[in-house]
């Protein structure tokens, strides 16, 4: 087995299927190849196809009216992304860039989904998938119209240590300009709170690395949005 098809079968749309399927899968995948900051699909596009991240970076994001910016993920090797689009047969609801130089494989739904016909296995997978990422936009919802910024950063870090499986030890693959983003802040904003919860002794920050020191006080701080008696001011 291949390197790129090892990466097919460790992704959670294709995990557990037998090596002669993955190799089947790996087919009709198309290598594509991207610079940094080139662009995959617009808001708009039609969706004839979907992604799988062999190497590099992806972000998602939506753009207002104003031009400013909303990042709604961003995955790296082993993550999928544009399967709504394509098995509703629409367009793309967002825009994609590389943040880095990128090897995505590219699954054209015409023959992806004569592949998925009659394997009840990967229809499970992709409804388990579907759903999955139907939950992470619920969260994200909530967080960016109810919650407060510290809210939205207590909960997005303990998104990475519970459902990414980082533990207390947190390694960001994004920049914090990045991570300003997808939190509906700017980043002047995400650095006060960062500091303020390093001054509260929640958590302890060196450079890209985070370590979670209090989880029950971020798990209030999720919930509640307050840092100590204060209440940082929502922003969108």
Partial sequence: MDKVTQ?????????????????????IAQDRFYDKGKEIFAEGDDGKGFYVVASGQVKIFKLSQEGKEQILHIYGAGNSFGEVAVFSGKQFPANAVTLL?????????????????GNPTLCLNLLADLSLRLRQFTVQIENLTLKEVPGRLASYLLYLSNEEGQGDCLTLSISKGQLASLLGTIPET??????????????EVKGKD????????????????KL?????????
């Fill in 101 to 117: 130089k990128s090897h995505l494989l590219f699954f054209p739904r015409v023959a992806f989904v004569s592949l998925i016909s």
């Fill in 210 to 225: 985070i370590i979670l020191l209090d989880r029950q006080g971020l798990e209030e701080l999720a919930e509640t949005g």
């Fill in 228 to 236: 100590g008696n204060q209440s940082v001011v929502r922003e969108s």
């Fill in 190 to 203: 995400l650095s006060r709170i960062l500091a303020k919860m390093s001054s509260l002794s929640l958590i």
């Fill in 7 to 27: 990466i097919i079968g460790s992704i959670p749309l294709f995990k557990g299927l037998p090596e002669h399927q993955l190799d089947r899968i790996r087919g």
